[in-house]
């Protein structure tokens, strides 16, 4: 039994003349959940097609639980929802689930499948007919019909509303918890903080950050102070932006302690600031604008 999901090494994609992905190294442990982040056009997407065995590298090498990605994928081990995933036309979601689960030697039992995707009352619908986010339930069914040890999402969520997008993730953490391996490539930040035992910080096809949430958010040293607007004391040491949200004013700067000191020096109230540290978000901005640490 392999010890990874994943062992991509200096993997490098081309689409004709864009280099999409640039020398990535990346080890994915069994049963970690990880979320692959960064801009548009980072590579993210590009390397979920790498490791389906969809696209060739000109360079590296991708095993995907100790295999070919194509090898790995034929033997059942990959399930993938992918950003444009395609649905047969003019059929019922029964009858493709139904095809998709025949074409495996061990599928998830339909009752629970359909359970535990929230397709339950899709079954007798027509594809054509159903809206996005019930289109993309459907797409996590025929993902999981094979019981796959590795799952690939890409942008899962983006169709989805509140409700589906908490069902989906209570999901996934179900999976995980039962070993399954899930690699999922979001724009949702609060997801991935929530969701995710390690984020990776992709941009230019470049890794620009690897680890738990929490210490990829450590990387950037700025914290935020939000007051009530109104006068605020000038100049401000450390401040180095403002922004006015309704009735509050939020600063970010790089030296609390010397901002927060001018302006209870300057008459604001200990009880109206609120200092919170970055986000995930502002981490990965700061990364991604910056290249970040290599
Ligand atoms: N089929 C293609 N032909 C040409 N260039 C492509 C193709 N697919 C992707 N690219 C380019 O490769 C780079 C990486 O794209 P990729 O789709 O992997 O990024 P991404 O991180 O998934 O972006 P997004 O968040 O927008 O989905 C981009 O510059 C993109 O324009």
């Not at 995907?64 to 003019?90: K, N, W």
């Not at 958010?217 to 922004?243: D, F, Q």
Request: aromatic share 2%; hydrophobic share 45%; with cysteine.
């Amino acid at each position: 039994m392999p010890a990874n999901a994943l062992d991509i090494d200096g993997l490098t994609v081309r689409h004709g003349d864009v280099l999409a992905v640039d020398g990535l190294d990346l080890r994915i442990g069994r049963g970690e959940t990880v979320a692959l982040l960064g801009p548009n056009g980072a590579g993210k997407s590009t390397t979920v097609g790498a490791v389906l065995g969809l696209l060739h590298p000109a360079a590296g090498t991708v095993r995907v639980l100790g295999r070919a990605p194509a090898d790995a994928v034929r033997a059942g081990c990959v399930g993938a929802m992918l950003q444009h995933g395609g649905l047969p036309g003019e059929a019922r979601v029964g009858e493709v689930l139904h095809l998709v689960r025949g074409a495996y030697a061990d599928p998830w039992p339909l009752a629970d499948l359909v359970a535990t995707t929230g397709t339950t009352g899709l079954l007798g619908r027509d594809v054509d007919a159903l809206s996005g986010g019930q289109r993309q339930r459907v797409l996590l069914a025929l993902a999981l019909a094979g019981q796959p040890p590795l799952l690939l999402l890409d942008e899962p969520t983006s169709a989805m509303d509140v409700e589906g997008r908490r069902a989906f993730w209570t999901t996934m953490r179900d999976l995980a918890a039962r070993g399954t391996t899930v690699v999922f490539a979001t724009h949702h930040l609060e997801e991935a903080d929530a969701v995710a035992d390690r984020v990776v910080v992709l941009a230019g096809g470049r890794l620009v950050a690897d680890g738990p949430a929490a210490q990829v958010r450590s990387a950037v040293a700025g914290r935020t102070i939000r007051l009530p607007s109104g006068r605020l004391p000038e100049p401000l040491p450390g401040v180095t932006g403002a922004t006015r949200q309704g009735a509050t004013v939020e600063l970010a700067t790089t030296d609390v302690e010397a901002t927060l000191r001018a302006l209870l020096a300057g008459g604001v109230p200990l009880t109206d600031l609120e200092v919170r540290g970055a986000s995930l978000e502002d981490a990965v901005l700061s990364l991604t604008t910056t290249g970040g640490p290599r």
